[in-house]
């Protein structure tokens, strides 16, 4: 038994190290993704370089109980966010009609985003050994460039820390 709890250990380690030797990082270019919404539009990434900077907030299931907090802060609270030049957005691995089920629970008034193919979070190194998107949100400019990476959400105050984010981070206000 003891052998065996060494080896797991020893897996896990060399699987940790391979991750984060291809995580994103902050500086690097957003990988483009093109993903369908909630509202039957699709989202691409690349249609807001040079125009308006992105937020792409991850999470891991529609209707589960912390992905239903932060869905509503952004909702409720959504307003603080809408002051900054940015398109805000979560996204899943879900499928459409489970996001849209969600979106019309939580009274979603912004894009919520599909990615049942999980291309896009492969892409963004967020799905996680249960095969769905880990909570990480990641701030985009203008440009295309990673700003910040955010693996510290609090479900309940998630719309106050994005707008404090945002102007920590110096996004325009409109």
């Not at 699987?15 to 093109?34: C, Q, R």
Request: contains cysteine; aromatic residues 8%; glycine residues 6%.
């Amino acid at each position: 038994m003891k052998k065996l709890l060494s080896l797991l250990g020893i897996i896990s380690c060399a699987i940790s190290l391979t991750l984060s030797a291809n995580e994103l990082k902050v500086g690097d270019k957003a990988p483009n993704f093109k993903l369908q919404a909630t509202n039957g539009d699709f989202y691409q990434l690349s249609d807001y370089q040079g125009k308006q900077a992105v937020v792409l907030a991850w999470y891991p299931m529609a209707n589960t109980r912390g992905c239903t907090i932060e869905c509503k802060s952004l909702t409720e609270k959504g307003h603080l966010i809408r002051k900054y030049d940015v398109s805000y957005f979560m996204a899943s691995v879900d499928p459409l009609d489970d996001n849209r089920d969600f979106a019309e629970k939580t009274g979603a008034d912004f894009p919520m985003l599909s990615d049942p193919t999980k291309a896009a979070a492969k892409a963004y190194d967020v799905l996680n050994f249960a095969g769905v998107a880990s909570r990480v949100t990641f701030y985009i400019d203008k440009a295309g460039m990673i700003i910040k990476i955010d693996e510290d959400i609090s479900p309940r105050t998630a719309a106050e820390d994005m707008a404090e984010n945002l102007k920590i981070l110096g996004v325009s206000l409109l």
